[in-house]
């Protein structure tokens, strides 16, 4: 089977020598006590993979060289092992990484049931981190009240697409998206429901930006310049959800803010957050986003690129706005 592994750092970019494939016999993969096989039908791209290779503290330990690079997935387990509690032919989401088979210890595999209506992969994007970011970031950082105006940053992303849609449920007056094209522009428009969505590679976006008028809510999906920009629009008692900053993770020297004294001026909060501190609620937020998929309240989009040895092809289109929708690689056959 294969599996991808670190080869080296990237310092900027991430380069082709940055990952090296390694094929191994299935037949050394045997589950142990408590433990099963999964084999991989879909791995998650995710913008954080590039802060997992980097060596600096941060919410995770950095995957070292050598290693298989961690990625979080969805499989079926194919084999079980002595005390495993898993049958043969469950569906489970879990760090896999980027291999075609993993051998997981069964505490570290979710189960999941795909309810009528809801795709597998969904339990990858809108009932997986993405839509559960947004949908954290949304409750708790953001915490919007009826009628405020708020803007969300990559906005036709997994994250961000969800964020705006989940502003408006929150009772938003005006949502408002960024993003970097016009067919993201227009998809945010018409299918996902913004008012605007503006777009930042064009010319007249600082004064589009102006022409929407003071917002009270930021959901930040990218950081650096833009969230500077933006730190001069905002309205008194403004939150801003720090929820990643994407501009920034290939960057060797990150920028720095310019513009935060407004903060200050206009009592305004930011604020980071991590997903994974919600583990305990995904549950309960997991049956309420199916909900809405199920009804078509929540709009989503997959980009589906075939096979395991395009994940270090596909990584770095996120960070080039090459993806359009929840960008996954496919493994296997469900
Ligand atoms: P997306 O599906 O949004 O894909 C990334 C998108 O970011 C690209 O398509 C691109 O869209 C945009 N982008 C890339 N580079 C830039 C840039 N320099 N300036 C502006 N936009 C850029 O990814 P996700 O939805 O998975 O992730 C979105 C954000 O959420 C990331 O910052 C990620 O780190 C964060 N996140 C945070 C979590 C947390 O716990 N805090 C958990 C999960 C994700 P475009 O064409 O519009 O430029």
């Known amino acids: 089977?294969?599996?991808?592994?670190?080869?080296?750092?990237?310092?900027?970019?991430?380069?082709?020598?940055?990952?090296?494939?390694?094929?191994?016999?299935?037949?050394?993969?045997?589950?142990?006590?408590?433990?099963?096989?999964?084999?991989?039908?879909?791995?998650?791209?995710?913008?954080?993979?590039?802060?997992?290779?980097?060596?600096?503290?941060?919410?995770?330990?950095?995957?070292?060289?050598?290693?298989?690079?961690?990625?979080?997935?969805?499989?079926?387990?194919?084999?079980?092992?002595?005390?495993?509690?898993?049958?043969?032919?469950?569906?489970?989401?879990?760090?896999?990484?980027?291999?075609?088979?993993?051998?997981?210890?069964?505490?570290?595999?979710?189960?999941?049931?795909?309810?009528?209506?809801?795709?597998?992969?969904?339990?990858?994007?809108?009932?997986?981190?993405?839509?559960?970011?947004?949908?954290?970031?949304?409750?708790?950082?953001?915490?919007?009240?009826?009628?405020?105006?708020?803007?969300?940053?990559?906005?036709?992303?997994?994250?961000?697409?969800?964020?705006?849609?989940?502003?408006?449920?929150?009772?938003?007056?005006?949502?408002?998206?960024?993003?970097?094209?016009?067919?993201?522009?227009?998809?945010?428009?018409?299918?996902?429901?913004?008012d605007r969505a503006l777009n930042y590679k064009s010319k007249t976006f600082y004064s589009d930006l102006k022409g929407i008028g003071y917002i009270d809510v930021y959901f930040d999906n990218v950081g650096g310049d833009l969230l500077d920009m933006v730190l001069t629009r905002l309205n008194k008692g403004a939150r801003i959800a720090l929820c990643g900053a994407i501009s920034q993770y290939n960057a060797t020297k990150p920028k720095g803010l310019q513009n935060y004294l407004t903060l200050i001026s206009q009592r305004a909060t930011l604020r980071g957050f991590i997903i994974l501190d919600y583990v305990p609620e995904f549950p309960a937020a997991i049956e309420e986003l199916a909900v809405a998929l199920v009804d078509g309240s929540i709009k989503r989009k997959f980009h589906i690129v075939d096979g395991l040895e395009q994940a270090p092809v596909a990584l770095p289109w996120l960070f080039a706005g090459k993806n359009e929708g929840k960008l996954l690689v496919k493994v296997s056959d469900e």
């Open 1 to 194: 089977y294969k599996r991808i592994v670190l080869a080296s750092r990237p310092v900027g970019d991430i380069e082709p020598n940055t990952f090296r494939t390694e094929k191994h016999p299935v037949s050394a993969l045997v589950p142990g006590d408590g433990e099963v096989l999964v084999q991989v039908t879909y791995l998650s791209c995710d913008p954080a993979q590039r802060g997992y290779i980097r060596d600096v503290r941060s919410y995770l330990p950095p995957v070292q060289i050598g290693e298989t690079m961690r990625a979080q997935g969805l499989g079926v387990v194919i084999k079980v092992g002595k005390g495993s509690t898993l049958n043969v032919g469950q569906t489970v989401t879990g760090a896999f990484g980027w291999t075609e088979f993993a051998v997981m210890k069964e505490q570290h595999v979710d189960k999941i049931t795909v309810p009528k209506g809801v795709q597998a992969i969904d339990f990858l994007n809108t009932l997986g981190m993405s839509g559960l970011t947004a949908y954290f970031g949304i409750r708790d950082i953001c915490q919007i009240k009826p009628g405020e105006t708020v803007i969300v940053s990559g906005a036709a992303g997994s994250v961000g697409s969800v964020a705006c849609q989940l502003a408006r449920r929150a009772g938003a007056g005006k949502v408002y998206a960024i993003a970097g094209s016009p067919d993201k522009c227009e998809w945010l428009e018409k299918e996902v429901g913004v």
